[in-house]
Nanobody, 115 residues
Framework: VQLQASGGGLVQAGGSLRLSCEAS????????MGWYRQTPGKERELVAS????????NYGDSAKGRFAISVDDAGDTVYLQMNSLTVEDTAVYLC?????????WGQGTQVTVSS
């Protein structure tokens, strides 16, 4: 399984970023795809997840109303549109994909929000 994440970077507070994560290596596809984030000294937290078949989404409290998760028609690439970013959103964002056999984490992409 390979996860190719992109879209992180440095942005000013109030700005936007779009993360993407392309997953490959499973003929079964993915039952759930999501983004988590982690900062030093804190537990990894859910940002948002989506079930590709049907599109049901779940958001962490910090993401509600500001972020939007989506998936492409093939169910291979998951996106995270992040708006109204604050310095508290600074973290490493990790892509996660699951199916009945696999629970796989990407290496993460750094998002830094400056004040």
């Amino acid at each position: 399984v390979q996860l190719q994440a992109s879209g992180g970077g440095l942005v000013q507070a109030g700005g936007s970023l779009r993360l993407s994560c392309e997953a490959s290596g499973s003929r079964l596809g993915w039952s759930e795809m999501g983004w988590y984030r982690q900062t030093p000294g804190k537990e990894r937290e859910l940002v948002a997840s989506i079930i590709p078949s049907g599109g049901k989404t779940n958001y962490g409290d910090s993401a509600k109303g500001r972020f939007a998760i989506s998936v492409d028609d093939a169910g291979d690439t998951v996106y995270l549109q992040m708006n109204s970013l604050t310095v508290e959103d600074t973290a490493v964002y990790l892509c996660n994909v699951k199916n009945v056999f696999l629970n796989f984490w990407g290496q993460g992409t750094q998002v830094t929000v400056s004040s």
